[in-house]
């Protein structure tokens, strides 16, 4: 009789053991469970700034074309221009992403022209271009944004 309380009392204290580090494996797992969903809630928060910021550029591409007096954009040349006359807009897009407090000085814009010039209703495409840096570290390699936007001059 001494013996089964012995033995009962023995496996409640290995039974309290055991909870205790699944406790502790559970609480790290959704911890880290946590903190990737927070990453993954910012990268998508930064891919969709990086868009709307292109599409920014783009509106004002489109308004500021051969019919505007402060153009961008090339007057005349060949098609898939991007580097004719493009500052301005580079200028606009990288201001728009500038107002989501992230840190711009590795972003890549650029404007391309791809009929040529910017005369009515030629088309222009507007890319940004982000190395995203995490907020936390978890180990993987952090992905480049690539956003892009496209329209067609109306002005």
């Given at each position: 009789m001494l013996s089964a309380?012995?033995?009962q009392k023995r496996q409640g204290v290995r039974a309290g053991g055991q909870a205790a580090v699944e406790f502790v494996l559970t609480?790290?797992?959704?911890?880290?469970?946590?903190?990737w969903t927070f990453e993954l809630i910012m990268l998508l928060y930064s891919y969709n700034v990086f868009a709307d910021a292109a599409k920014e550029g783009v509106r004002y591409a489109i308004v500021h074309?051969?019919?505007n007096s402060a153009s961008s954009g090339p007057a005349s040349g060949t098609a898939n221009?991007?580097?004719?006359n493009v500052a301005a807009v580079q200028n606009v897009v990288k201001a728009y992403a500038k107002t989501s407090f992230h840190d711009i000085s590795?972003?890549?814009v650029t404007v391309c022209y791809l009929d040529g010039t910017n005369q009515s209703p030629n088309r222009v495409r507007v890319t940004a271009s982000y190395p995203y840096i995490p907020y936390i570290r978890l180990?993987?390699?952090?992905?480049?944004?690539?956003?892009?936007?496209?329209?067609?001059?109306?002005?």
């Open positions: 309380r012995y033995t609480f790290l797992a959704i911890l880290f469970l946590i903190f074309g051969a019919g221009d991007c580097t004719t590795g972003m890549t180990g993987w390699a952090p992905p480049t944004i690539q956003a892009a936007a496209e329209g067609r001059i109306v002005y």
